[in-house]
Nanobody
Framework: QVQVVESGGGLVQPGGSLRLSCAAS????????MDWYRQSPGKARELVAT???????NYADSVKGRFTISRDAAKNTVYLQMSSLKPGDTAVYYC?????????????WGQGTQVTVSS
């Protein structure tokens, strides 16, 4: 099993910044991708940002230029630096880790961390 734990959420004013962290541990063989998703009440969960094992990144259009995803492979940790936050960024943010275990891919999710952008 792989455990995934997010941290760093909280309340921030519009225009402010937050940094989320996600650490994976346990039976890790080879992590391929690490993703951040978010879900607001009444809305479907959406992909926010992805980083691959090779360091390639991809972002949702809604966060391009404001959010930066990065990865510390040695620590099996992924970060999401969020800047210029808007009320529309309010959501529970989830981390997903894809583990390649001898050719089989397994996804593991964290429990989520709440981000609230409000004055």
């Amino acid at each position: 099993q792989v455990q995934v734990v997010e941290s760093g959420g909280g309340l921030v004013q519009p225009g402010g910044s937050l940094r989320l962290s996600c650490a994976a541990s346990g039976s890790i063989v080879s992590i391929t991708t690490m993703d951040w998703y978010r879900q607001s009440p009444g809305k479907a969960r959406e992909l926010v940002a992805t980083v691959t094992s090779g360091g390639s990144t991809n972002y949702a259009d809604s966060v391009k230029g404001r959010f930066t995803i990065s990865r510390d492979a040695a620590k099996n940790t992924v970060y999401l630096q969020m800047s210029s936050l808007k009320p529309g960024d309010t959501a529970v943010y989830y981390c997903k880790v894809r583990n390649n275990r001898f050719g089989m891919l397994y996804d593991y999710w964290g429990q989520g961390t709440q981000v609230t952008v409000s004055s």
